[in-house]
């Protein structure tokens, strides 16, 4: 019994801390005096940070996203980076280096009842502008994704990208993501609109 009773404290204790780990990117830390948590990378130029957005990073994130799509509904709300900042299941990371916002990516935790309470992650609105790509942004920011999910013990990471953006395809495959095995479908909310969905006015990408 008095064994029994060892092993069961011992696995208590192990999956205290494995909640610990998953969550130490979300605790109180990241909501500090500017509400970010600071993460120090070894791009190209070590004075580059990845962190947390703030909402005083609305403008700069806009930019980027404008990059990435061509549509005049893009309206990134500060108002709204502070409510994903309170989100224990989204970040909304960016690579910032001498004050200019280099690249953003929204991570998303999505609960799953396959493999146990192992989540699963979706990368979202990736962009890195097109005056800093090839220097190693990307790929960074990708680590920290990876890093983030490795701590939250992840089964998965998935993404989608648009089918003309080869240049995009190839550097995901760089990086380990593979698209040959599973093909994403997606429907736009003006494509499954009702009649009296005034949302339809805002469509999406």
């Known amino acids: 019994m008095r064994t029994q009773a060892r092993a069961l404290a011992h696995a208590k204790t192990e999956a205290r801390e494995k909640q610990r780990r998953a969550h130490v990117l979300y605790s109180a830390v990241s909501h500090s005096k500017n509400n970010c948590l600071v ?14 957005a703030t909402p005083a990073d609305a403008d700069g994130i806009e930019a980027l996203y404008r990059e990435l799509v061509d549509n005049a509904h893009v309206h990134v709300l500060p108002t709204h980076i502070a409510d994903i900042a309170k989100d224990p299941r989204a970040a909304l990371i960016v690579l910032e280096h001498a004050g200019a916002l280099q690249a953003t990516a929204l991570l998303n935790f999505c609960v799953d009842a396959m493999f146990r309470t192992q989540p699963f992650a ?24 990876e890093d983030e999910c490795i701590a939250r013990d992840c089964s998965k990471i998935m993404l989608l990208s648009a089918v003309e953006r080869g240049d995009a395809h190839r550097f995901f495959a760089r990086c380990g993501f593979t698209g040959s095995k599973k093909k994403g479908f997606i429907k736009y909310r003006r494509d499954f609109a009702r009649d009296n969905d005034h949302a339809m006015e805002s469509p999406s990408q």
């Open 39 to 52: 993460e120090k990378t070894h791009t190209a130029n070590s004075a580059a940070s990845i962190r947390r």
């Open 122 to 145: 979706v990368i979202e609105n990736i962009v890195v502008g097109q005056a800093f790509r090839g220097r190693g942004a990307g790929t960074e920011l990708l680590r920290y994704i």
